[in-house]
């Protein structure tokens, strides 16, 4: 999780991939660690927001960056936040930009 100062992260993390049953912990692992999909992002055709987190060491900024000139009109938002799942360090940014992004937030 990127967060020493908030091991509960972490802790609930390896309690969310311990739930998940074998075949699917497989089918996605092998998705996320041996697929390429980088050719298709010109392809995408739909309003597309990309969340990165100003500290993560799974996916630095440059992939961000990678991903958004990639995808024509898409929307990139840095999120303030440590690690490669804001939904659980930064619940409330995460939420708050994706709102924004679907036009709900107030």
């Known amino acids: 999780m990127g967060n020493p100062d908030r091991p509960e992260l972490g802790q609930e993390l390896t309690n969310s991939f311990c739930a ?3 075949d699917v912990a497989r089918v996605f692992a092998h998705a ?5 999909n980088r050719a298709d992002l010109a392809a995408v ?3 597309t927001l990309i969340l990165e ?15 958004h000139a990639a995808i024509p009109g898409s929307t990139l938002v840095t999120l ?4 490669h799942c804001p939904q659980l360090s930064a619940p409330e ?4 930009a ?4 679907v036009g709900a937030a107030p």
Do not use: H, K, N, W
Not at 32 to 36: P, V
Not at 80 to 83: E, L, M, R
Not at 98 to 101: E, G, P, T
């Open 53 to 67: 987190c100003t500290q993560d060491f799974i996916a630095p900024r440059e992939v961000g960056a990678y991903v």
């Open 45 to 47: 055709t739909v309003p």
């Open 20 to 22: 998940t049953d074998p």
């Open 98 to 101: 994706i709102l924004s992004f």
């Open 80 to 83: 303030d936040a440590t690690g």
């Open 32 to 36: 996320t660690f041996l697929s390429d």
């Open 93 to 96: 940014a995460t939420a708050q």
